[in-house]
């Protein structure tokens, strides 16, 4: 089938009360493991590019995979913008097919995050294109700031709610204690933060850096209103491994069919095994 669009899978997500996994690919394998993923699970997919995605792959060749990935597949398929913060490149993306875009203005200050993200929507539901937006700031774990250093940059359920009213966004990210990248020790979620944005705000809720977030810690969030849930470094790390392993296996091997493919059968079971997580298996 098309593309769909974010704000398409979202109604029953709501109504049924799941996640939907939304995976970085930056290559053909990422690509076919996801919609395999999707496929072996009946499971509604989103799949995101990045700025550095789109730089490494190109956008018409990352747009290109993936339409092609979604028009043969049997269960939706979503294209989204991961972390745009430029409003040319989120024109271009949408220009190119993207269904979902986000932008990040989330290191400006307040007005400035609200003006941007209204201008996007404006034009971006203009031509049926969902946008996400980013309210406080998510970080990276390698930052090394301390946990009341973090704490300082966590969504305001208030301000949250004023910022959805603003900008008429699709869905929101928000700040409540992950982090992008591989943590140190477990992140600690304040559910207490998510339930007060959630009965503030009726629009989805977006987890980002939830590589590395506990299964239970992943199901309470879904079970207080997280929708859609980015997965990236889990990805990168568990298709490596694979690859590493069987490149020791067999040293002599040239060929890079052999030695992707093995990598890209486990990705798929790790995106597959998310999928059961987030409860998004068995909705399509
Ligand atoms: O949130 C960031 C994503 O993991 C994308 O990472 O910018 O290295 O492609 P990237
Ligand atoms: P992780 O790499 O920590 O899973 O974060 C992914 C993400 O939030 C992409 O936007
Ligand atoms: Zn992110």
């Known amino acids: 089938m098309s593309l769909v669009t974010i704000a ?19 290559n053909l394998e990422f690509v076919q493991a996801i919609v395999a993923a999707a496929e072996n699970q009946r499971s509604p997919v989103i799949i995101q590019a990045s700025q550095g995605a789109i730089k490494y792959a190109g ?6 995979m993936v339409k092609t990935a979604a028009e043969k597949a049997t269960v939706p398929v979503a294209l989204h913008l991961d972390h745009g913060t430029d409003f040319n490149q989120v024109m271009r993306c949408i220009r190119t097919g993207f269904t979902s875009v986000m932008i990040d203005a989330s290191k400006l200050p307040l007005a400035e995050n609200i003006a941007l993200v209204r201008r996007v929507v404006e034009v971006a539901h203009a031509v049926g294109v969902s946008v ?6 998510i970080g990276g774990t390698e930052e090394h700031i301390t946990v009341s250093e973090r704490e300082a940059f966590f969504t ?5 709610e004023a910022f959805v009213h603003a900008t008429g966004v699709d869905t929101l990210a928000v700040a409540i204690g992950t982090a992008h990248g591989p943590y140190k020790g477990e992140p600690k979620l304040d559910f207490e933060r998510l339930s007060e944005i ?3 705000v009726k629009i989805p809720i977006v987890l980002h850096g939830s590589s590395g ?8 969030a879904v079970a207080l209103g997280v929708r859609k849930i980015n997965i990236d470094t889990d990805l990168r790390q568990g298709f490596m491994a694979r690859l590493r392993e069987v490149m020791a296996e067999h040293p002599e091997e040239y060929d890079p069919r052999k030695l992707l493919g093995p990598a890209r059968d486990a990705l798929q079971k790790i995106i597959e095994y998310k999928m059961q997580v987030f409860g998004s298996a068995g909705r399509v």
């Not at 305001?156 to 949250?160: H, K, N, T, V, Y």
């Not at 977030?213 to 309470?220: F, Q």
């Open 156 to 160: 305001d359920p208030e301000e949250a």
């Open 8 to 26: 398409e899978l979202m109604p029953q997500a709501e109504r049924e009360g799941y996640a939907i996994g939304a995976f970085n690919a930056n």
């Open 59 to 64: 956008l018409e060749q990352i747009t290109a």
């Open 213 to 220: 977030v506990p299964d239970d810690a992943i199901r309470r």
């Open 198 to 200: 959630r009965a503030r």
């Open 132 to 137: 996400e937006a980013e309210l406080g700031r």
